[in-house]
């Protein structure tokens, strides 16, 4: 035990020293990370969308459409930046993004309510921004039902009815809406809180690739694992020695990947306590929820170095293992079910999402952060993490083997 902890802490203090002297790998492991929390926090600093920009085309020029403008205008959700003469000019502004829709008021819209008639508004919005549209729709729908129950009421009380029957007759059904969860749609408690440990899932087994795969490309494999056991790896007619994987050498293999990856570790702690301290100023979480989560977000940052040490020993060039990270970490939060609904996703792209930590992960995230669930929900996920560090490190321990009984295959770019 005591030469597996000297193991250990040779092999930190090689991977220290290495990290003192590279300040770019130094800055992977600690201020790409800072920069990174720090920066999509202040971007998203404004939890809720309001005031999307948009233009109003008024042909009427009347009593109802000056209402309705002054209605799209005192909407939280929308704010009238333009006026424009003409439709045709609605394209270039959304083209320049001046604005992101545009409501557009017929020439007879006063009139025909003049008249008892039915009128009708267009609204013309880029839907190819998503979210924009959605609210957009979501303001514009909601100042012209205003302005058109306002008329409905008044026609009714002018035929007799007092305020609170012409309110009834107009809208005999109403719906109550409770939001069970993020009542206030929080875009940094659904979104940020959220994208910080992808990113940070990213960054890890980034560093997971690099940190055993630079070993590999620069042909020193066996002086790391020389300095660790303190011991020769090539005997006296220059040749390497032929290691037999016994229970011992698997140790020492454990002990002296796991002193590689201590320091992006702790540092990554660091990260992981201060996204989930974030977290929970949106949203206040029990303290048994926030260890649970904090707990697994560790879990996921060891799973990411593993993965990364894989992928490199797997093919034995450092560039492959680095594209092989970045095809699955890049893209894994598009299939969590964050953003886009992960009922809606075809077969295929649900057995991949739930291949991908990030997904359960963020499952056990949102379950404890955003919805108060019961630790036992997520206690499956937990388990599933613990057993997934144990396979990736023996799986790694023995490509590294496999890597130090190969040193002709080293030097790959």
Known sequence: MRHLLQVFFNSAKREGIFLIKNPWDFAVMFWIPTITVLLVWWIFSRSVITD??????NHSHGTASATLIHYL?????????????????V???????????????PYDFDKKLLQGK?????????AQYGTHSGIIQRGV????????????????????????????AYSPIQMQRISLFNDNSNYQLFLTSTVLPALLHILAMTIGATTVGREVRDKTLDIWFEKITEKKVINKKQEYKKYTLTPYHFLILVAGLNGKFIWSMLAYTLWGAVCLTLASQLHPSSMQAWNLTYFTFLLLMMVSFWMGGIFTLLTFSLRKGLSATGFISAPSFAFAGVTYPFIA???????????????????????????????????DIVYGFMIAVMVLMFLCV???????????????R
Do not use: C
């Open 345 to 379: 996703l075809s077969s295929g792209a649900k057995k991949w999402a739930l291949v991908l930590p990030l997904t359960h992960y963020l499952n056990l995230h949102i379950a404890q952060l955003q919805m108060d669930a019961p630790i036992s929900i997520s206690m």
């Open 73 to 89: 205008d005192a909407s939280p959700d929308i704010e009238v930046a333009e006026q424009l003469p003409s439709e045709h000019m």
């Open 91 to 105: 394209k270039d502004e959304i083209l320049t993004r001046n604005i992101y829709g545009a409501v557009v008021i």
């Open 398 to 412: 023995l490509l590294t083997h496999r890597a130090l009984n190969n040193p002709q295959r080293w030097g790959q």
């Open 118 to 126: 039915n009128s009708q508004v267009l609204l013309q919005v880029n």
């Open 141 to 168: 729908q909601k100042s012209v039902g205003t302005l058109s129950a306002g008329i409905e009421i008044k026609s009714l009380m002018k035929k007799g009815d007092n305020l609170e029957q012409a309110k009834i």
């Open 52 to 57: 999307v920009p948009i233009a109003v085309v």
